[in-house]
């Protein structure tokens, strides 16, 4: 992101002096989705090319432990609300899975599409939330693809209606501390018993989020608020010595 002045392309420009109402002289904060924020001076409130002047620039880093939402690909736009929610809440990485009980089937244009239209929402996202990190959201693909080629000390969290699931705070609490983690959500229907045996042969956490059945998008909310929440106080610890 370049200091001095800067313009924006029609869209953003649209954006920003019809939909936020700008007025020149306005302080605008920029984002790049790789971590730079800029605060600006609106100094031309063109609709079609507005011009800023950059007053500063701030890099920030990733997270230390970055997560990513291993989806199953719902009915609807429920994918939707997912990547705007994900988004919201800083995972770093969103991969939609096929699953066996999966009820969307996407060809090559599909796909494309859909792929193209889940990135508009994740930055649309950023800007309304102030994330300066824009998540990357892979192609579909299984979940042996997905589990294929992690790290040592990845952890995989799977939300899991079995019987035999524990706590996320202590599947965390537990492993040895990750370098990434990856959460994996099932479709509406939960993964199938040979999806679940895969999982378990690569060691999966199994981890449960009480009494209730969720909706796919509550659940993957939820699930990452935990997260996050949990790698918090584990850092916490870590920092203090206890």
Request: charged fraction near 20%; proline fraction near 6%.
């Amino acid at each position: 992101m370049p200091s001095g002045t800067f313009i924006l392309d029609p869209d953003e420009s649209h954006h920003l002096i019809n939909v936020r109402r700008a007025k020149t002289g306005q302080s605008v904060e920029l984002i790049n989705g790789q971590g730079k924020v800029a605060q600006s001076t609106l100094i031309l409130a063109d609709r079609r090319k507005a011009q800023l002047e950059i007053r500063s620039v701030e890099t920030i880093a990733p997270p230390s432990i970055p997560l990513t939402l291993a989806q199953a690909i719902p009915k609807g736009k429920t994918m939707d609300a997912v990547i705007q929610r994900a988004t919201e809440l800083g995972v770093s990485r969103i991969i939609p899975l096929k699953t066996d009980y999966s009820e969307v089937s996407l060809n090559e244009a599909r796909t494309h599409q859909k792929i193209s239209k889940w990135r508009q929402i994740a930055i649309e996202s950023i800007k309304q939330s102030g994330n300066p990190h824009l998540p990357i959201i892979l192609t579909p693909q299984t979940i042996e693809q997905t589990l294929k080629g992690t790290e040592a000390l990845h952890l995989n969290l799977v939300a899991a209606l079995t019987q035999h699931t524990i706590p996320i705070r202590q599947a965390i609490r537990t492993h040895q501390k990750p370098t990434s983690i990856t959460l994996f959500i099932g479709p509406e229907g939960d993964f199938s018993p040979t999806e679940y045996h895969l999982m378990e042969s690569e060691n999966a956490s199994f981890v449960t989020l009480g009494n209730l059945v969720m909706r796919v998008e509550t659940a993957a909310c939820a699930s990452i608020a935990l997260i996050l929440d949990a790698l918090r106080e584990s850092n916490e610890h870590l920092e203090s010595g206890f």
